[in-house]
């Protein structure tokens, strides 16, 4: 029965397993679930999963283990500053989960977690307060993870732009210069150029409007001068006018504002002198001015000047005509004259009625306009002594947006003007352009079978090209299919995560597989000793009346029994012996593996420090090819 007790006490640093009983089975402890909990359980698993922490799927695991791991994995992933080693390690004692616990929760306030959390919650595994950390830590991990995949993103295409270019940026490289010149050439030919200067003697300009007015001038830029003023007198006529007499006065102004720009021009290009690079150049402004001429004006000038040279050759050659031929000319060219004469007086009378007629009308609209502005200054008195009792503010508001009307509507007929010429003006573009096009078919034809002939030349030599290219691709194929079948720095990453993962997970099993032999051999050898004990039993059951029957058999029984006594005593103090052994010899493994797994916590804390290191170290090499360069 010695042999029962070798199970009694747990090895230290053990995961509790199953219980059993005397008889080898195992004991059904009744427990209690709580549905609610579960579903958390459940929602936690499926949010470390979609973050990327796929060993909450392994089923061999503890729903702490798969917890606690999922939120260690998710802090190591924020890649936040603290001064706390998060090791986590599965199948761990009671001390080691609560030291593991305390330092999570003492970690998340410094990474500003908005939701509390105890230790005692988790090792309790209260899933339902779990659950929001866990959100937010795995939220907080994949925005980080973004925000690294973002930064190796944009320092790799950094890298390799230092090595290598794309077709389109040496494209564009290319075209640059040509760029470029091109943009230089059309600025210098577009860049204002001076066309008249300010005479020395002319008078200095005092208003600042006149001397900016000045200087567009000598750049050969005739702009009018702001009609704000006119808009300031004609705006409140506009409002209680009606509209036949508001266009007249309109008119009218606009026509003595035009004079008085002109006038002003005039006497500014009075004090300028053309520029020497200007001289003998037909301006724009003088070929419109030929053009606006009348035709009437162009015949008629054309006419005397055709009159005067025969007048001029028959004065050169009085030798060669007679008299009376002479004469005849004469008379001829007196009668032309006083026809022309006639037509002029008679074009001239027109103008005359016509001017007249106006003039009859311009004084009835005079005195039409001068009654109906005595009737206006009446109303405008009566309107006065209104306003002085209504509201000041709506009376300026509405006075506001009767001239911010009336701007509007000057600028949309400026605009309009503005198409019109510029419609034209392309109109006319366009006409040269057919002119010219028509003058140059027969160049085009030739220069189009020149392209032709190259485009030929310029095809076999793509064709060619294109092979090489197709040569070039193949035995790119094959170099990478070679570099594809050596793995990638990542990929041997993942298949070392992948075999400790196996490892791991044989290590579990070997585990309990040597627990169940171990196991079985105890019961085994409690089975043999049992056995014995039971032979051992019957054997003095069967001859305990035969021993009775004498003294001396009963002594002889008697030294038998105390030799199996002191038989089973030697037994047990040798198992005892064995089992001190034993205890120390797993006290001894014990601190080896404590002092190797204090080294393991060191490596991976240097590790870790020697990777953001390096990081540091990168970006500083960076930063200094970056002031290098610039």
Known sequence: MAAAVVFNRLPTGSKLGPQYDQEGNVIEVETREDEEQNVKLTEILELLVAAGYFRARIKGLSPFDKVVGGMTWCITTCNFDIDVDLLFQENSTIGQKIALTEKIVSVLPNMKCPHRLEPHQIQGLDFIHIFPVVQWLVKRAIETREEMGDYIRAFSISQFQKTHSLLEDDDF??????????????????????????????????????????????????????????????????????????????????????????????????????????????????????????????????????????????????????????????????????????????????????????????????????????????????????????????????????????????????FRNHCREEMARLQQNIENLKSVAGNEEAEVKEHGELIEQQYKEDREKLQKIRLLLARRNREIAVLQRKIDEVPSRAELTQYQRRFVELYNQVAATHKETKQFFTLYNTLDDKKVYLEKEVNL?????????????????????????????????????????????????????????LEVLEKQRLYFKTVKEFKEECRKNEMLLNKLRTMGIS
């Not at 001859?543 to 003294?551: I, L, R």
């Open 173 to 414: 490289k290319q075209r640059k210069d040509k760029a470029m010149k091109t943009v230089i050439e059309v600025s210098d030919v577009y860049k204002p150029q001076r066309k008249y200067k300010r005479l020395a003697g002319a008078g200095e300009l005092v208003d600042e409007e006149s001397r900016v007015h000045s200087t567009l001038l000598e750049f050969g830029r005739k702009y009018g001068f702001s009609k704000q003023s006119k808009t300031e007198t004609t705006e409140d006529k506009k409002g209680i006018l009606p509209t036949g007499l508001a266009a007249e006065i309109t008119k009218l102004s606009e026509d003595d504002l035009e004079a008085a720009e002109e006038l002003r021009i005039k006497t500014l290009m009075t004090g300028m002198a053309a520029m020497a690079t200007e001289e003998g150049k037909l301006t724009a402004s003088s070929v419109g001015h030929i053009v606006g001429l009348q035709s009437e004006e162009i015949k008629q000038i054309a006419s005397e000047y055709a009159e005067k040279q025969s007048e001029l050759s028959a004065e050169d050659r009085p030798e060669r005509l007679g008299a009376a031929q002479q004469y005849r000319r004469q008379i001829a060219s007196l009668s032309k004259q006083i026809l022309q004469k006639s037509k002029q007086l008679e074009e001239l009378q027109v103008k005359y009625n016509e001017i007249q007629a106006t003039r009859e009308e311009e004084k009835k609209k005079l005195v039409e306009v001068m009654n109906y502005g005595q009737k206006l200054d009446k109303e405008l008195a009566n309107l006065e002594a209104v306003e002085s009792e209504a509201d000041s503010s709506i009376l300026e508001k509405l006075r506001e947006l009767v001239t911010m009307n009336e701007g509007l509507k000057d600028q949309e007929q400026q």
């Open 537 to 593: 039993l019957n054997s003095i059951h069967d001859n305990f009346q035969q021993a009775m029957a004498s003294p001396a058999t009963r002594e002889q029984f008697l030294r038998q029994m105390e030799q199996i006594v002191e038989g089973i005593k030697q037994n047990r103090m040798k198992l005892e012996k064995k089992k001190q052994e034993n205890k120390m010899r797993r006290d001894q493994l014990n601190d080896e593996y």
